[in-house]
């Protein structure tokens, strides 16, 4: 019914977290402080910014922290502690 091209156009744009690309609640290098909400299974703490997930390594939970966005994935991002 469809051809490769068809198909390829008719698929989903791809999403950052359930924000369309280039509308995801952070930037890769911004600054901010943020709480430490949960952990993660490698044991990561992660912080939500608008239901957007942030691990930043070496926390733990309750912790509250000035952070730097250092990488943005699909669904989640990735910061390191800056004070």
Known sequence: MYGRRQWIERRSPKKCGGYKKG??????GQILTVDIDDISPR???IAKIRDFAVFVPGTSVGD????????IKTTCAEAKIIG
């Open 23 to 28: 509308n995801c609640p952070v930037r890769k």
């Open 43 to 45: 044991g990561d703490g």
């Open 64 to 71: 509250r922290v000035t952070i730097q966005i250092t990488e």
